[in-house]
């Protein structure tokens, strides 16, 4: 038996496949998002093989009606996920195109805690593709440009548009382009950090989506918390991946019991 | 909403009618949305149906039919203001709702943007004049809680009649004197508004006919105690948003009567939501009518919401006025006491909150937490730091939601909660 998570970003869909029974990848697949969502997400689905599916992603709801499949969010599909890379992990930072979240979890893998922002995606990675266009870049090369540049420059504001011109400003006043690279890649970790000091910066560290890809954000990310980060070969397949493990693994439903806390029924009069 | 021709009276009101009907069209198909779509509902809430359709109309009529009686309509914007006072002088007492994001665009040529919605909502029903209960008052009283308000007042009195009361910050004794005597001047202003004398008589039938909204809001209370919950917290929010506005003897009658099928609910095993359903409580900020997005989108995903720690739920209707009081003075004290008990954030220090919280997410079985703090309300955004701890002490989970009446936010708070109802599991 097969089972597949497909996880519904704003920028991009990703569709994994795994054998139930072991786990095993056994496909992974990635388009761009496109306005004809629904039909990226079939033609995804048409190519692949699997007995059950399961999805997530900010378009999530979308699928549940147009695939009839049931769905999680992608908190819990990305612990899931990162306890698959990695198993000692307990926490998952995930940069995606307009949410940042960070997930602290429990010595078992379940979610403790965590944190998404939810009225504003300053930092998250459109912000970083503004960024980079911004400076001429493209988003494969942002990073390298940041690992040539040096600090010294303090990017003000966090909000893309006001970024947006303040980039423009420093290439006007004739800053090297890599500083200012270097500059956008430290605030965003800046506020990435200050999320996760918000939920906990205790013990190893996923770092997935698909901005982690970029090296600098790695390395910066790495210097600030003063330890490794662990990246998994294809950071943005985390939640697909989750997604279809936890298809392989029945959910249970209802409330969990371990809470050392009961029900109390009062007595029927 | 109201099958009924309202138009002359609103115009006499100078209501913008257009906007108004706009309004009602929206706040209709809103309920529907949230409320009428409910499966399983007990028979009793269609008296709550029937109130909210007819919100801007019969119950506007049965007001300025108390004023041609030369009754007196207050209005108030805090549990702080104790009806009984307004009743004890025959007046009538209207909290005013304060809920909906409307005439955000003249509220704002006033306000500071990064004002509570709460604040910005007032004053917005009042500046594009689309609230006929806030056009038939003869008073409104005011309060100095947060900042936000206290400040909020002194613009709002430029539009229409204020009376505001001091409220501390602290409970010690020099706060507690200072209570009791706002509820002195409170009284006397009452005496002059309405032309007559508090009588002791007359307050403590005041007295009498809120306590027993109180205890028919704590036998709701205790009903949802129960395993199914026989009623959703949707529709007990709504319960709690009407006993503000609706008359007081009726609506505890008419709350009785759904408490009696709730009970029978109870004793059938009947729920609204299954019996594994996680089971919340939300603490924070008043829910005024018609907020109901927090709570709409914690039911849809399954949970169902037992208990309210708010000014709009038990924080607001808990202790009663004891009904010992002999003398005006006497009662005058014991309402003061009762009210000053209330733990609302603007004071310090506020631990009581802490314990209620911890108390009523044992009472109701919660299995977790949603702490519900309006933008820019530095009080309960202060404070949830402080809850989320005590209630770790009992392994209790908490969710932090920060937001106002706008629906920018809901794909991303609906993720936030399905999240959290995820770890419940």
């Given at each position: 038996?097969?089972?597949?998570?497909?996880?519904?970003?704003?920028?991009?869909?990703?569709?994994?496949?795994?054998?139930?029974?072991?786990?095993?990848?056994?496909?992974?697949?990635?388009?761009?998002?496109?306005?004809?969502?629904?039909?990226?997400?079939?033609?995804?689905?048409?190519?692949?093989?699997?007995?059950?599916?399961l999805v997530t992603g900010y378009g999530r709801?979308?699928?549940?009606?147009?695939?009839?499949?049931?769905?999680?969010?992608?908190?819990?599909?990305?612990?899931?996920g990162a306890r698959a890379v990695l198993d000692e992990c307990r926490v998952v930072l995930d940069i995606g195109g307009q949410d940042t979240k960070a997930i602290a979890l429990d010595g078992e893998g379940r979610v403790d805690?965590?944190?998404?922002?939810?009225?504003?995606?300053a930092g998250a990675g459109r912000f970083l593709e503004m960024m980079a266009s911004a400076l001429g870049c493209s988003i494969e090369e942002f990073g390298e440009e940041g690992l040539r540049g040096e600090n010294g420059i303090h990017l003000s504001t966090m909000c893309a548009v006001f970024a947006e011109s303040e980039v423009v400003g420093l290439i006007t006043r004739g800053a090297r382009r890599p500083d200012i690279a270097r500059a956008v890649h430290r605030a965003i970790i800046r506020r990435t950090v200050a999320m996760l000091s918000r939920v906990s910066r205790e013990g190893p560290l996923v770092f997935a989506g698909g901005a982690a890809r970029n090296r600098c954000l790695v390395l910066l990310l790495e210097e600030e918390i003063g330890g490794r980060v662990f990246v998994p070969e294809r950071p943005e397949m985390l939640g697909a991946l989750g997604a279809a493990l936890l298809?392989?693994?029945a959910i249970p439903a209802g409330p969990r019991s371990d809470r050392g806390r009961e029900r109390r029924r009062p007595p029927l009069a | 909403m109201s099958e009924n021709d309202y138009t002359d009276m609103w115009t006499n009101l100078g209501i913008d009618l257009e906007a108004h009907d706009r309004l009602m069209k929206t706040l209709g198909q809103f309920y529907g949305d949230i409320y009428l779509s409910q499966t399983n509902r007990p028979e009793g809430m269609k008296y709550l149906d029937f109130v909210l359709s007819e919100i801007h109309g019969l119950r506007i009529r049965e007001l300025l039919e108390a004023k041609n009686e030369g009754r007196k309509i207050v209005g108030t914007f805090c549990l702080y203001v104790p009806e009984e006072i307004v009743l004890a002088a025959d007046g009538v007492c209207i909290g005013l709702c304060a809920g909906a994001e409307v005439g955000t665009e003249q509220a704002e040529q006033i306000l500071p943007r990064n004002t509570c919605a709460l604040i910005k909502s007032f004053f917005g029903f009042k500046l594009a004049r689309l609230c006929p209960y806030t056009e038939s008052c003869d008073l409104v009283i005011g309060e100095t809680t947060c900042d936000g308000k206290t400040k909020a007042y002194e613009l709002f009195a430029e539009l229409a009649d204020v009376f505001v009361i001091e409220v501390?910050?602290?409970?010690?004794?020099a706060g507690r004197s200072l209570w009791r005597s706002e509820i002195g001047r409170l009284k006397n202003k009452i005496e002059e508004l309405s032309g007559r004398t508090i009588t002791a008589d007359g307050l403590r039938a005041a007295i009498e006919t809120v306590n027993a909204k109180r205890r028919a809001?704590?036998?709701?209370?205790?009903?949802?105690?129960?395993?199914?919950?026989?009623?959703?917290?949707?529709?007990?929010?709504?319960?709690n948003q009407v006993q503000f506005y609706d008359d007081p003897v009726r609506f505890t009658a008419k709350l009785n009567e759904l408490c009696d099928e709730l009970d029978d609910r109870v004793q059938r095993g009947i729920g609204v939501a299954p019996a594994e359903a996680p089971r919340i409580l939300v603490s924070g900020c008043p829910m005024a009518a018609p907020n109901w997005k927090v709570?709409?989108?914690?039911?849809?995903?399954?949970?169902?919401?037992?208990?309210?720690?708010?000014?709009?739920?038990?924080?607001g209707t808990r202790n009663l006025v004891p009904e010992t009081g002999r003398s005006v003075d006497e009662m005058l004290d014991q309402i003061a006491e009762r009210y000053f008990r209330i733990d609302c954030a603007v004071f310090t220090p506020?631990?009581?909150?802490?314990?209620?919280?911890?108390?009523?997410?044992?009472?109701?079985?919660?299995?977790?937490?949603?702490h519900y703090a309006l933008q820019f309300c530095t009080p309960y955004a202060m404070e949830a730091g402080k809850v989320e701890r005590a209630l770790k002490a009992d392994g209790v989970p908490m969710l932090r939601i920060e937001t106002d009446y706008g629906m920018e936010d809901f794909a991303q708070i609906e993720t936030r909660v399905q999240a959290f109802l995820e770890i419940l599991r």
């Open positions: 038996m097969r089972t597949a998570g497909l996880d519904i970003g704003s920028r991009s869909v990703e569709l994994v496949v795994v054998e139930a029974r072991s786990g095993a990848v056994v496909s992974a697949q990635e388009v761009e998002t496109t306005p004809a969502l629904r039909e990226d997400c079939r033609r995804l689905l048409a190519e692949a093989s699997y007995d059950r599916l709801n979308l699928a549940e009606i147009a695939f009839d499949a049931p769905s999680v969010t992608e908190i819990k599909a990305y612990a899931r805690r965590f944190e998404m922002n939810d009225r504003c995606a298809a392989a693994e | 501390p910050n602290t409970k010690g004794d809001l704590a036998r709701l209370n205790a009903l949802r105690e129960t395993v199914p919950a026989p009623i959703s917290g949707r529709d007990a929010l709504l319960i709570p709409y989108i914690i039911e849809k995903n399954g949970a169902v919401i037992v208990g309210e720690e708010s000014c709009v739920g038990e924080r506020n631990e009581d909150r802490m314990g209620h919280v911890r108390e009523m997410s044992e009472r109701y079985g919660a299995n977790g937490v949603v």
